[in-house]
Antibody, heavy 123, light 107 residues
Framework: QVHLVQSGAEVKKPGASVKVSCRASGYSFITYAMHWVRQAPGQGLEWMGWINAGNGNTKYSQKFQGRVTITRDTSATTAYMELSSLRSEDTAVYYC????????????????WGQGTLVTVSS | DIQLTQSPSFLSASVGDRVTITCRASQGIGSHLAWYHQKPGKAPNLLIYAASTLQSGVPSRFSGSGSGTEFTLTISSLQPEDFATYYCQQLDNYPHTFGGGTKVDIK
């Protein structure tokens, strides 16, 4: 079965960077895109971006453009999300989520999620 | 960006109740809408995709409908395990925005 296992919690100072990993198993890693979503404490879900695990193409939310970099290592079946110039508002749980296509290949959704990684930004 | 507005933000219901949550998009998104629920401290879980298709393994008491700008998620008979926060997400345009969430609590 599909498993997405994320790296552990991080505490960072303002201005620093953080890199969260998401190791995938149980499916063909290069066939499906990996998305990243975050959730600030007590708040809703916020989409950050995604990577085509096959060719490495990425798409980011404009909100994070210039600060976020999503990469992948196909040999390790692992995706990474790096966020730079951290500020207190970036304190959140960060999730990776596997893209799912319906049988027509037209409709998408996020069908498997990692357990989440808490990133705390504090001086 | 496409805005998704969920209503209500909070609802209190009893086991066995029929519950309906609405998600309105700021512009037409066809049927490119998914629904998730999330329990405290857990990752979201996919319920419905393509606006009305039940994800494998999800109980049939969940159903989705709508297209364009207005969508609904219905739980036909609320069960104890359904008390959670529900989110819609559009996957038509970037960024793939989420609604603000609907918390379903025990009356």
């Amino acid at each position: 079965q599909v498993h997405l296992v994320q790296s552990g919690a991080e505490v960072k100072k303002p201005g620093a960077s953080v890199k969260v990993s998401c190791r995938a198993s149980g499916y063909s890693f290069i066939t499906y895109a990996m998305h990243w979503v975050r959730q600030a404490p007590g708040q809703g879900l916020e989409w950050m971006g995604w990577i085509n695990a096959g060719n490495g193409n990425t798409k980011y939310s404009q909100k994070f453009q210039g600060r976020v970099t999503i990469t992948r290592d196909t040999s390790a079946t692992t995706a990474y999300m790096e966020l730079s110039s951290l500020r207190s508002e970036d304190t959140a749980v960060y999730y990776c989520a596997k893209l799912h296509y319906d049988s027509s290949g037209y409709y998408m959704s996020l069908d498997h999620w990692g357990q989440g990684t808490l990133v705390t930004v504090s001086s | 960006d496409i805005q998704l507005t969920q209503s209500p933000s909070f609802l209190s219901a009893s086991v066995g109740d029929r519950v309906t949550i609405t998600c309105r998009a700021s512009q037409g998104i066809g049927s490119h809408l998914a629904w998730y629920h999330q329990k405290p401290g857990k990752a979201p879980n996919l319920l419905i995709y393509a606006a009305s298709t039940l994800q494998s393994g999800v109980p049939s008491r969940f159903s989705g409908s709508g297209s364009g700008t207005e969508f609904t998620l219905t739980i036909s008979s609320l069960q104890p395990e359904d008390f959670a926060t529900y989110y819609c997400q559009q996957l038509d345009n970037y960024p793939h925005t989420f609604g603000g969430g609907t918390k379903v609590d025990i009356k």
